[in-house]
């Protein structure tokens, strides 16, 4: 898909379980207000939000991201967590995004499959944006992105994992390594583009 607005979307759920979705070019990559990913290949390329579970039936009747601009959607402190969600069990996500990487406007929960976000460098936007809790019990996740408005997983989360912000935002294809206490070699990850902070788990 290349689109001039979003790349795919549905007003109520959208899921890939298998084959390849590839979002070229968009505003916001996958839109719906529930989103789930159980397998297959899905790459998305955005200007703003990449994967935004988000309605526009709304009670202002306005929509995360609609007119206006998304770089407000799902910003700042007291947002409330609708009936949104995000689910992603297997398969691989991988997202680049102007705006959010992974945004719910209600709960997300990461239980399997690779999820990996190159996010935004600006500080109004995250790697991952959840309004509600964010539950990681398996699979693996880097995101990648700016240090403003870093969402790390909740407290219900099982998997361990870890949040880095660095003192100088470091460029684009930087080897970031993780080792274990031991000094074993965890994981690798390189940055598509300038990064200030990196969740991992």
């Not at 070229?24 to 990913?37: D, F, M, P, R, Y």
């Not at 949104?84 to 997202?95: A, E, H, P, Q």
């Not at 100088?168 to 990850?189: E, N, R």
């Amino acid at each position: 898909v290349n689109a001039g607005d979003d790349g795919v979307k549905a007003f109520s759920q959208l899921t890939v379980a298998g084959g390849t979705v590839t979002v070229e070019k968009s505003e916001e990559g996958l839109e719906a207000a529930h989103i789930a990913v159980s397998g297959g290949t899905v790459t998305v390329t955005a200007n703003d939000d990449g994967v935004n579970a988000s309605g526009g039936s709304s009670a202002s009747g306005t929509q995360a991201g609609g007119p206006g601009g998304g770089m407000g959607g799902g910003m700042g402190g007291g947002e409330t967590v609708g009936d949104y969600s995000v689910d992603i069990s297997g398969g691989s996500l991988t997202i680049n995004s102007e705006g959010d990487g992974l945004d719910s406007n209600g709960n997300a929960s990461i239980s399997g499959g690779t999820v990996v976000v190159n996010g935004p460098g600006n500080d109004g936007n995250g790697a991952l944006d959840v309004n509600g809790e964010l539950a990681v019990t398996g699979g693996t996740v880097a995101a990648a992105g700016s240090a403003g408005m870093v969402v790390t997983p909740g407290t219900s989360s099982s998997q361990s994992g870890v949040q880095l912000t660095f003192g100088t935002a470091v460029p684009a294809g930087t080897a970031i390594q993780l080792a274990d206490s031991g000094g074993k070699l965890v994981a690798t990850f390189v940055t598509a583009k300038e990064t200030a902070s990196l969740v991992f788990s």
